[in-house]
């Protein structure tokens, strides 16, 4: 824009009505505004000051331009602002650990790609939550626990368990099931005898006792999984991709385990932009989180 020097001066002398004041605010000289103003005024073929004894008063035109750069200058002033706020702002979420590496992160660059600015930290934990500790503004979790806190829940989407394993596992054991190994996890003691219960014809608890490994954690019980070293409970979102790799496979199908995934927040609609478009991206990504029609369990009793 040709003159935006001068623009921006006659907008600090329109404003304080004084070419001294002016120059004061600007650091320049008084003789320095008035070279700018009489730039301006040629360039627009306009009077914009005339002098009242010792005073400058806006002409007519003069007001009408002021009235224009005040909306000017105040909307960049707002973008600069925006820009800074952009540039500083973060987003602190706490998640399911395993839920964290096997989907979470994966996924992050795709939200980046239309966020570039954005900065998303993430810690990793189950379970309740106080958000505004350390930070955190949301939670991801898995419904299995009551909430103490007054936190607005949003539902992601129901979870699907099966048992998984690797196909070339799959190929040693599957006409002898009872020589198979089932693979724990302690945080989630329960999940094979909840399995079980629900897969009517299809459980593996009329097999007789099969050999048993657990492991501290649940990411570390589907990578054994993953690595052919037995059949692992496997929650959807968690081993979706290890299965559209080819990775895993998962034998007797997904069933609802009547649990779901759930989105903890301190409101319904926030006013933080960042958050908002992490919550529409989030929903709308956990929402895939379904198994094919191929990979849902046929119950039968």
């Known amino acids: 824009m040709r003159h935006l020097k001068a623009f921006h001066i006659f907008h600090v002398a329109a404003s304080s009505l004084s070419y001294s004041d002016a120059a004061e605010k600007l650091c320049i000289t008084h003789g320095a505004v008035s070279k700018q103003i009489k730039i301006l005024e040629a360039y627009l073929g306009q009077s914009l000051y005339?002098?009242?004894?010792?005073?400058?008063?806006?002409?007519?035109?003069?007001?009408?331009?002021?009235?224009?750069?005040?909306?000017?200058?105040?909307?960049?002033?707002?973008?600069?602002?925006?820009?800074?706020?952009?540039?500083?702002?973060?987003?602190?979420?706490?998640?399911?650990?395993?839920?964290?590496?096997?989907?979470?992160m994966p996924r992050l660059s795709n939200f980046y790609q239309d966020n570039p600015h954005a900065d998303v930290r993430l810690s990793t934990a189950g379970g309740p939550v106080r958000l505004g500790t350390n930070g955190i503004s949301l939670a991801i979790r898995r419904d299995d626990?009551?909430?103490?806190?007054?936190?607005?829940?949003?539902?992601?989407?129901?979870?699907?368990?099966?048992?998984?394993?690797?196909?070339?596992?799959?190929?040693?054991?599957?006409?002898?099931?009872?020589?198979?190994?089932?693979?724990?996890?302690?945080?989630?003691?329960?999940?094979?005898?909840?399995?079980?219960?629900?897969?009517g014809a299809n459980s593996l608890a009329k097999l007789p006792p099969l050999a048993q490994q657990s492991f501290a954690h649940f990411y570390f019980c589907l990578q054994a999984a993953t690595d052919g070293l037995g059949l692992a409970m496997g929650s959807y979102p968690m081993v979706a991709d290890d299965i559209i790799r080819g990775k895993l496979i998962a034998p007797f199908g997904f069933s609802q385990s009547g649990q779901g995934y759930i989105l903890l927040s301190q409101q319904v609609n926030s006013d933080d932009p960042l958050e908002s478009?992490?919550?529409?991206?989030?929903?709308?990504?956990m929402a895939q989180c379904i198994p094919d029609s191929s990979l849902i369990a046929t119950r039968t009793e």
């Open 50 to 104: 005339y002098r009242q004894g010792r005073n400058v008063r806006l002409t007519r035109e003069g007001e009408l331009l002021k009235s224009y750069t005040e909306q000017a200058f105040l909307a960049l002033n707002a973008g600069i602002q925006k820009l800074s706020q952009m540039q500083d702002a973060y987003l602190e979420i706490s998640c399911e650990p395993t839920l964290t590496m096997r989907w979470l």
């Open 145 to 199: 626990f009551e909430s103490l806190e007054d936190n607005q829940i949003t539902e992601l989407v129901h979870e699907w368990m099966g048992p998984v394993c690797s196909p070339e596992y799959w190929q040693k054991i599957k006409d002898e099931l009872s020589q198979m190994k089932v693979l724990h996890s302690q945080t989630r003691p329960q999940a094979w005898s909840d399995w079980n219960r629900q897969a």
């Open 277 to 285: 478009r992490f919550i529409h991206w989030l929903k709308k990504n």
